[in-house]
């Protein structure tokens, strides 16, 4: 009898976890525990000889639990299942998005090395690179999703420091604004670029749609990064970041996450792995509510703009043909303009009475916040101009409430605003 391979969402309940080895607990228990008692001074020397990379993993050698500042059960087996989904050979997780995002780039890049990226990024990753990796001697340069691979190559090659092309680093959808950048077309500029043993990789933030919804090792990334707080919490009440790759990769990463000490605890990992277990359920909800609300603001006479890519057509051209072949699902990240600016954008927020005023995304509740103030304040004002980041734009995550309940709610807060632009013509007339 062939055997059955169980996908990723019934795997969520079990993989990589014995109940034999906890008492027989059905679900994993919370090791909260600093370090761990070696059964032998040998078996200690051996484990320390594998954490330090002291000499290779000899046949069915596993490494042993140590110290949780190295590793912790709970952290083994939420790794284990993060994998899953994206198909990774190995994952690290940290204690925040930001830590895995610095840790990964920190790894991978040093002074005198170029870093190419896609503008606009989440505002905490546009300033890391920004202010911290230029302080430290990498070059940065970043490119919007309406360059061609022609202009993108032309532009490293005019930087002077095409030689040190060391990684390309994107979001794909991009936070506000959902555009779309082609994951294989990354792959290929990266080897355009890479050279005998100098390999140039490829990094790619998946929070918007992962881990469900794109998987971008399949099209060529090295790297997938996450903001776990977001999807893959789902719920509002922890901090964590992901990175998975290859064996090769994460191992590096792992030993710099060990030495900076920005690896999550064993309650978060449990917490992640109650959640991992609804994540499927989560994410299709969210995805059908966000595809409703997106069809309802498009043709709301108080909208200018909805940026959502299940509104994409043929029209659309290569960002419609990217989210057809890089995509499984729309998702659930609205960006939409309302007509006017910031008062408008103000108004229609101070009014929102079910969904919450709040940034982060990816929860069961619904979240809208204003980027050009709030998470992307820190991008200078003409860049944000730019990035299509306006005074109108509002960011929207759409949950799992009811359908007809977030309708009624963001109906209601658009009458607000038309009822403040009714009161600006009246006293200007």
């Not at 490494?63 to 299942?81: A, F, K, Q, T, V």
């Amino acid at each position: 009898m062939k055997k059955h391979q169980f996908r990723p969402e019934s795997l969520m309940m079990s993989y990589g976890y014995h109940p034999e080895w906890s008492e027989g607990a059905v679900k994993c228990p919370i090791f909260q525990t600093s370090t761990f008692e070696f059964q032998s001074a040998e078996k200690g020397k051996a484990f320390f000889e594998l954490a330090y990379g002291l000499r290779e993993r000899r046949e069915g050698e596993k490494e042993g639990l140590i110290y949780s500042r190295l590793n912790n059960p709970d952290l083994e087996i939420l790794e284990n299942r993060l994998t899953l989904w994206d198909k990774a050979e190995e994952c690290a997780v940290f204690e925040s998005g930001m830590s895995a995002i610095s840790t990964a780039l920190l790894e991978f890049l040093k002074p005198g090395d170029l870093l190419l990226y896609s503008q606009p990024l989440y505002g905490g990753t546009s300033h890391f690179i920004s202010e911290v990796l230029t302080q430290w001697g990498v070059h940065t340069l970043g490119f919007h999703p309406e360059h061609t691979m022609a202009e993108i190559i032309q532009m490293v090659e005019r930087s002077g420091h095409s030689g040190r092309l060391a990684m390309i680093y994107i979001e794909t959808p991009a936070n506000p604004t959902n555009t779309l950048i082609d994951i294989s077309l990354m792959r290929q500029i990266a080897d355009t670029f890479s050279d005998g043993d100098r390999k140039v990789y490829v990094a790619v933030d998946n929070t918007y749609m992962g881990p469900l919804w794109q998987h971008p090792l399949k099209w060529g990334a090295d790297l997938v990064l996450y903001s776990a707080t977001k999807y893959i919490g789902g719920h509002s009440d922890l901090i964590a970041g992901a990175c998975l790759g290859s064996h090769e990769l994460i191992k590096r990463v792992k030993t710099l996450r060990t030495f900076l000490g920005n690896m999550a605890g064993p309650w978060t990992g449990w917490l992640l792995l109650r959640s991992l277990e609804t994540l499927k359920l989560r994410m299709e909800e969210q995805a059908r509510n966000a595809q409703q609300v997106a069809a309802y603001l498009a043709k709301h006479p108080q909208i200018e703009q909805v940026h959502y890519i299940g509104l994409l057509t043929e029209q659309d051209g290569a960002q419609y043909e990217i989210y057809r072949r890089q995509c499984s699902s729309p998702g659930a990240m609205i960006s939409f303009n309302v007509l006017g600016g910031e008062k408008e954008a103000f108004c229609f927020l101070n009014h929102l009475h079910l969904v919450k005023l709040a940034v982060s995304l990816g929860s069961t509740e619904s979240l809208a916040q204003h980027p050009a103030t709030m998470t992307h304040a820190g991008v200078p004002p003409a860049e944000r101009e730019e990035l299509h980041i306006t005074d109108n734009l509002i960011r929207l995550s759409v949950g799992v409430e009811n359908i007809d309940d977030l309708l009624w709610d963001i109906g209601q807060a658009l009458e607000k605003v038309k009822a403040l632009k009714g009161e600006g013509e009246r006293v200007g007339g």
